[in-house]
């Protein structure tokens, strides 16, 4: 007796089955190689932050030798970089203009004790919620390395109430090289900024405050700053400035914090400091 296997119906269904599965599988690897948020991409770090005043560069000085600095701190949001060495009056402020995975690439103008001195490409590595590093690859001022500390103060977001000051306190600090009391203003509850006393020395001498607003950016440490400058002694230093601001705690005394870290700046001229509090009459 001879026995017929039946007939299998079900061969070209598992055929169609298998060629679909291979033409999924192979759009799904082909669509990893894409752009940010797909998978096996490695997105760009984010280096937006205070850093704070542990940093560290070696410059040079402009006279051939060689600049070590101990207090540089570093305000990064999106793509505007700065970097301040208040005790040497000292501004890196510039652009990224490229971030990719860790590296970045950035252009800075460097201005001492407010006046443009020079300007320097910037190669270096973001580990982000750590550390900034970088190469400047500029001459004098403009050429050495650095390295940025991601401040524990990010933690806390900023605030209008940590900066408003008025009716009855305002902030000042010495500007422009200049060594006497320096420049001091107010910020009113809405992050208004009116002038308290104008500078009488250094690059910024005479100059008041004529307006001003300060910002909180949502879900960081930073505000955003815009002055602009009036009767200043030199008239070419009057004119709108934009940049940064952070707190930053002096001591464990104050938990707050009573320094604001600032630095805003034009293609000319820079303002930096550790503005601290006064207290009228």
């Not at 082909?30 to 096996?40: C, F, L, N, Q, V």
């Not at 030798?65 to 005790?87: E, Y």
């Not at 107010?186 to 009488?200: I, L, M, P």
């Not at 300060?214 to 934009?242: F, K, Q, R």
Request: charged content about 15%; glycine content about 14%; overall charge negative.
């Amino acid at each position: 007796m001879t026995l017929h296997r039946p007939k299998t119906r079900f061969r070209p269904f598992l055929l169609f089955f298998l060629v679909l599965f291979a033409l999924i599988v192979q759009g799904c690897f082909h669509s990893s190689s894409g752009g940010g948020g797909k998978i096996g991409v490695t997105p760009d770090a984010n280096p937006t932050g205070y850093y704070d005043v542990s940093g560290t560069a070696s410059v040079g000085d402009g006279s051939g030798g060689t600049l070590t600095i101990t207090d540089l701190q570093g305000l990064v949001n999106g793509t505007r970089f700065i970097a301040i060495s208040d005790a040497n009056g000292l501004v890196y402020d510039g652009t990224m203009t490229e971030i990719n995975t860790d590296d970045f690439t950035a252009t800075v103008s460097v201005f001492q004790d407010g006046t443009l001195i020079t300007t320097a490409p910037v190669t270096g590595m973001i580990t982000a919620g750590a550390k900034i590093t970088g190469t400047l690859t500029g001459s004098g001022l403009g050429s050495g390395s650095f390295e940025l500390i991601y401040a524990l103060s990010n933690d806390t977001a900023a605030a209008l109430s940590r900066v408003q000051n008025m009716p009855n306190f305002f902030w000042f600090d010495r500007v422009g090289g200049g060594q006497a009391v320096g420049l001091g203003f107010a910020v009113d509850a809405e992050g208004n900024v009116t002038n308290f006393f104008s500078a009488s020395d250094g690059t910024f001498n005479q100059c008041i405050v004529d307006s001003g607003v300060i910002s909180p950016v949502t879900s960081t440490s930073l505000y955003t700053l815009n002055l602009t400058l009036s009767s200043c002694s030199n008239t070419a230093v009057d004119g709108d400035y934009s940049g940064l601001a952070s707190m930053r705690t002096e001591s464990i005394e104050d938990p707050v914090g009573d320094r604001l870290v600032l630095v805003v700046s034009n293609l000319s001229f820079s303002i930096q400091g550790e503005f601290k509090l006064g207290e009228d009459g």
